[in-house]
């Protein structure tokens, strides 16, 4: 009998306890971390763009003030001052909150959001979603970063399946921190998912439309008030065709010199984009696949600090690398993007993540490797339309 009181005393606690988080704490409802992998947790969101914003700040709270600790001790390497007093300078030489308040409105919320979840000022979160920015801007001069993306048009080909994928490289320190962001909107009915590491908006991702990969070009022009590359890619996944992307592509100015491939069911583009310039890149006129390192290949809109000797070998030899082998591939599954993936340099020790997006008539798949593809396996996600 003792037992029975204790377990309805337990069912009643745990009735009240639901009902205060969803009556008192209504930026709570409905919003799950999924922990079904230990290696990249997952945060289902379908609130506001604040409260979306609020509870990854929240619920990775201790990751967050983990990774933007090591952020600041990366800062206070490379430009010997501060990490508060180089945040400071950077917000107060640029100007990029205009841009993402014409273009993005929504995710300016959602950052706050990320401020307030986490308890980190917002100067010190605004700052940190801004890799790209301080990478071309700031000119660190030994580059951190070495993507690799590839498109590939089936469709145009012979009505088979399109992908686009990419090896996300970046500084080691963010490594572990990798995160999913699975976003809906209930007014919409959108929905998309988010590659990224835990207090950034967003790195790459899928909707049930398009998905996009990115590859810096910090040899280009950049500007100090134009869209951040993380409000870019977020802004191309609440468009709802492969046309209105490019667009939004086309009329933004950008922040940072990037390479930006888009795909969907139909269609793949490599848009190379300077602040001033937005070129296209096909590696020969048929325009069945595309790919991309970190070298501007069309695009001569240079940053004035561009020097032909600052182009790596390192990069030509991923880029060569897999020239060689999408020419020479008669038929390209995503088997074979996760070999070419997987292979040295394109994986490399700065590989945080790798991401392969399929489109289907009835789905849209994204398939992610937190970490280097060659030791971890990916992880299949699915949208369907």
């Not at 810096?216 to 046309?243: A, E, H």
């Not at 970190?294 to 182009?311: D, E, K, V, W």
């Amino acid at each position: 009998m003792k037992n029975i009181s204790q377990a309805i005393l337990l069912i009643i606690l745990s009735v009240i306890l639901i009902s205060s988080v969803n009556i008192k704490d209504d930026s709570r409802k409905n919003v799950i971390l999924d922990s079904t992998y230990s290696n990249l947790p997952i945060l289902h969101l379908n609130g506001t763009p604040y409260e979306n914003g609020f509870q990854h700040g929240k619920i990775m709270k201790k990751r967050i003030i983990e990774l933007v600790g090591l952020w600041k001790k990366d800062l206070e390497k490379n430009y010997q001052i501060s990490a508060d007093e180089f945040i400071k300078i950077f917000l107060d030489s640029t100007n990029y909150i205009p841009a993402i308040k014409k273009w993005t409105p929504d995710l300016l919320e959602e950052i706050k959001g990320i401020s307030a979840g986490s308890g980190i000022d917002f100067n010190t979160i605004f700052a940190f979603q801004l890799i790209d920015e301080i990478w071309t801007n700031a000119r660190l001069i030994n580059i951190p970063h070495h993507c690799t993306s590839v498109g590939v048009n089936n469709y145009r080909k012979d009505g088979s399946l399109n992908y686009i994928a990419q090896n996300i490289d970046i500084t080691p320190f963010y490594h572990g921190f990798e995160i999913l962001l699975d976003i809906s909107d209930k007014d919409s009915i959108s929905r998309k998912l988010v590659i990224t590491f835990a207090g950034l908006v967003g790195a790459n991702g899928l909707n049930k439309h398009i998905g996009i990969t990115v590859n810096s070009l910090s040899d280009l022009k950049s500007s100090f008030d134009g869209l951040p590359v993380s409000c870019i890619v977020r802004g191309v996944l609440d468009k709802n065709s492969f046309d209105d992307a490019v667009d939004f592509i086309r009329t933004i100015k950008h922040a940072s010199g990037q390479n930006y491939i888009i795909g969907s069911k139909h269609e793949i583009i490599s848009l190379e984009c300077a602040s001033d310039l937005v070129t296209e890149y096909w590696p020969d006129t048929t325009k069945n696949y595309t790919f991309h390192a970190n070298r501007p290949l069309t695009n001569t809109s240079y940053h004035m600090s561009h020097s032909i000797g600052l182009y790596s070998i390192f990069q030509d030899e991923r880029f060569k690398l897999m020239e060689t082998i999408i020419t020479n591939s008669k038929s390209i599954s995503w088997e074979t993007l996760h070999d070419i993936l997987s292979t040295k340099p394109i994986c490399n020790n700065n590989t945080f993540a790798s991401t392969i997006m399929e489109f289907n008539n009835d789905y849209n798949e994204l398939r992610i490797s937190p970490g280097r593809p060659d030791s971890i396996g990916y992880l299949v996600f699915r949208i369907n339309k």
